[in-house]
C-alpha cells in the first residue's frame, strides 16, 4: 500500500446505488454510534460498483466493492444528500481495503461484486470469500436522464475515536429507465443481513451509472461535538 497516497480518482466505474427501508430497525440501530441520529425512516444505502481497469484509477488496480450503512441526520453534504455511515464495506483488492481501512472504514477484503446486464436487466451481485451475499436487478437503459454531480457526506471513526465526516465529490451519467426490482440478502448468517429490506421493497432513492467518477477521500474534518 505504500504507493497509494491520498486522495486518489476513478472515472468510467459502473455503479448500482441506492437507498431502501429495512425490515428490522431495531437491528441497524445497533450499527450506527449511538451520538449519530438515523433519519425518520431508518433508510439504508448501498453502492455495488465494479472498476473495470487501472486506466480508470489514479492509483488502484481494478477492483470491485459493495459497501452499505445507514443514512444519518445533522451531517448533510453541502449539496443535501444526507451524511452516511458506513457498517460494511467488501472490496476485492487487499490493498485498497487497506487504504479505507486508514481512514476508519470498515473494510474486508476477499470480495467480489459482479454486475452483469441481459436484455435491458442489470444484475448486481456481492460475494466474499465465495459466497453470494446480495443480489440486486434493476432495469436500465442506455440512454441518459442527466448528469448527477455534488458532493456526498460519509462518517467514520479513526482509531482514536474520533467521528470524521468526508465529502466525496462525484460526476456520474445516470440511466434513463433505472428502477429496482429484487433485492436478496443471501446469507442469513452473515452480519449484513442486519440492512435486509421490509416486504414489500420500498427503495427511497438511487441511479444506475456507466462512467460514474469521484475522488477517494474528500476533504475529511472532525466533526464538532
Known amino acids: ?24 430497525e431495531a437491528a441497524v440501530r445497533e450499527l450506527v454510534p449511538a451520538e449519530l441520529e438515523l433519519s425518520d425512516n ?34 448533510d453534504s453541502p449539496q443535501g444528500s444526507p451524511g452516511r455511515w458506513w457498517t460494511h464495506y ?19 477484503s476477499g470480495g467480489e461484486t459482479v454486475l452483469e ?53 462525484f460526476v456520474a451519467s445516470m440511466a434513463d429507465g433505472w428502477e429496482v426490482k429484487s433485492m436478496e440478502f443471501l446469507d442469513s448468517s452473515h452480519p449484513i443481513y442486519a440492512l435486509r429490506p421490509a416486504d414489500p421493497l420500498e427503495v427511497t432513492w438511487g441511479f444506475y451509472s456507466p462512467d460514474a467518477a469521484f475522488c477517494y477521500p474528500g476533504g475529511e474534518g472532525a466533526v464538532a461535538a
Not at 500500500?1 to 428490522?24: C, K
Not at 481495503?97 to 473494510?107: I, M
Open 1 to 24: 500500500m505504500s504507493g497509494l497516497h491520498a486522495p486518489q480518482m476513478v472515472i468510467n466505474s459502473r455503479m448500482l446505488y441506492f437507498t431502501w427501508i429495512p425490515e428490522d
Open 42 to 75: 431508518a433508510q439504508c444505502y448501498i453502492n455495488q460498483y465494479a472498476v473495470d481497469s487501472s486506466d480508470d484509477t489514479s492509483g488502484f488496480e481494478p477492483y470491485s466493492l459493495t459497501y452499505a450503512g445507514l443514512d444519518v441526520k445533522g451531517h
Open 90 to 108: 467488501i472490496n476485492s483488492n487487499e490493498d485498497m481495503a487497506a487504504y479505507a481501512a486508514a481512514r476508519g472504514v470498515p473494510a474486508q
Open 117 to 169: 446486464i441481459s436484455d435491458g436487466v442489470l444484475t448486481a451481485t456481492t460475494h466474499q470469500n465465495g459466497t453470494a451475499l446480495i443480489r440486486t436487478t434493476a432495469t436500465v437503459s442506455d440512454d441518459v436522464a442527466m448528469i448527477g454531480r455534488g458532493q456526498l457526506s460519509y462518517l467514520t471513526k479513526v482509531d482514536s475515536g474520533e467521528l470524521i465526516n468526508g465529502r466525496y465529490p
